[in-house]
């Protein structure tokens, strides 16, 4: 089954505070692991991706955890701030499909100030 | 540089019509994806392109038919359209069709 699951669907941080998404996948055939951050009415942008031989990744505030044991990976961002309110999307692909992502329900994140 | 352009950025249509939707990828990149994203949800993948070549094509029914120029931009066509058609779909390009892909604003439509 090619399903990535999102949790949770709605946080709410306060400014400063640490943001963490969770996703999981049942598809080992998965190799590739990105996040997108979406705004109203614009299109995901990519945030941060890894893959699997890599258990943790970091870019600025933002750092991908991999479990790939557990088949399990999270988002976490540092001292968030209000600008970073926006939807995340947790994604997967398999080698030779990586125009074809699965996508997670989304988390929708809020820092209050 | 300019990103991933898609027009129209807002479209209504009624039900039975047909729609073309068109995107226009970051230059210099080969590969365009076509997704629906309906409202709450993620992106659902539809379609992929690669040097004019259909790549891969998600869970959709025949209504949808997408093409890509030699220019590598790309058009998706949905016929006979439903009320359940609704949603904002999202083109999104890469160079090689690999990693990476960027994501245009979408195309918001809307069938009544």
């Known amino acids: 089954q090619q399903q990535v699951k999102q949790s949770p669907q709605s946080l709410i941080v306060q400014k400063g505070g640490i943001s963490i998404i969770n996703c999981a996948y049942e598809n080992t055939a998965f190799d590739y692991f990105p996040w997108y951050q979406q705004f109203p009415g614009k299109g995901p942008a990519l945030l941060i991706a890894i893959r699997p031989d890599v258990s943790e990744k970091k870019e600025g505030r933002f750092t991908i955890s991999f479990n790939k044991s557990a088949k399990q990976f999270s988002l976490h961002i540092m001292d968030s701030q209000p600008g970073d309110s926006a939807t995340y999307f947790c994604?997967?692909?398999?080698?030779?499909?990586?125009?074809?992502?699965?996508f997670g329900k989304g988390t929708k994140l809020s820092v209050k100030p | 540089d300019a990103g991933v352009t898609q027009s129209p950025t807002h479209l209504i249509k009624t039900r039975g019509q047909h729609v073309t939707l068109r995107c226009s990828p970051i230059?210099?990149?080969?590969?365009v994806s076509w997704y629906q994203q309906v409202l709450g949800q993620g992106p659902q993948f539809i379609f992929q392109?690669?040097?004019?070549?259909?790549?891969g094509r998600g869970n959709f029914p025949d209504r949808f038919s997408a093409r890509q120029f030699p220019n590598y931009s790309s058009e998706l066509n949905v016929n006979a359209l439903l009320l359940g058609d609704s949603a904002l779909y999202l083109c999104?390009?890469?160079?090689?069709?690999?990693?990476?892909?960027?994501f245009g604003s979408g195309t918001r439509l809307t069938v009544v």
């Open positions: 999104a390009s890469s160079r090689t069709g690999d990693y990476g892909y960027t």
């Open positions: 392109y690669y040097e004019k070549e259909e790549r």
């Open positions: 994604a997967a692909s398999i080698s030779g499909s990586q125009g074809n992502l699965i």
């Open positions: 230059s210099g990149h080969k590969s």
